[in-house]
């Protein structure tokens, strides 16, 4: 299946897209370009509000953006990777019986299928700014997120029940 037709369908079921996801075997080159996407989409979600703070403040954009850029697609997937790991080690105590690289499919793929709330999230940032509007849609972004991702990590480390 197409990545946006994967993404649709874990907003129905996000447990059966990580379990196909899982069964097409280990691919660490599909786990990079998951945790990729997302960062570039990230950083590509932050651009309106980059730009708010720059014409409010009298700031320079391009150093926001470079900014923005270097904390996105360098550091940020470096710490995912971080995340995941720690993920794992955390299951495992508790029983898990998967792989580090299920657990990082897992993490990977819940941040990308949310990137649609991440871009709307920039959007408010950007148009209309702080206050009830952006703290919804981040609570949105970070609830759905949390969902996609505890059904992974369910799905990648054989919890049962």
Not at 49 to 78: F, K
Not at 94 to 103: C, P
Request: overall charge positive; glycine content about 14%.
């Amino acid at each position: 299946m197409p990545v946006t037709a994967d993404i649709v369908a874990t907003y129905r079921g996000p447990g059966r897209v990580v379990r196909r996801l899982l069964d097409m075997g280990p691919r660490e080159d599909r786990a990079l370009a998951f945790v990729m996407a997302f960062c570039g989409v990230g950083f590509i979600a932050q651009l309106p509000r980059l730009a708010r703070q720059a014409h409010l403040d009298g700031e320079d954009l391009n150093m926001l953006m470079g900014g923005a850029l270097l904390g996105s697609v360098i550091i940020l997937p470096l710490l995912l990777y971080l995340v995941a790991w720690i993920t794992h080690l955390g299951a495992r105590l508790f029983g898990g019986k998967g792989t580090s690289y299920g657990a990082r499919l897992a993490l990977f793929w819940a941040l990308l299928a949310s990137t649609p709330l991440v871009l709307l999230n920039g959007l408010v940032a950007g148009f209309i700014g702080p206050g009830p509007a952006l703290t919804l849609a981040g609570l949105t972004w970070v609830a759905v997120f949390a969902w996609f991702w505890a059904s992974g990590i369910r799905q990648a480390q054989g919890a049962t029940g």
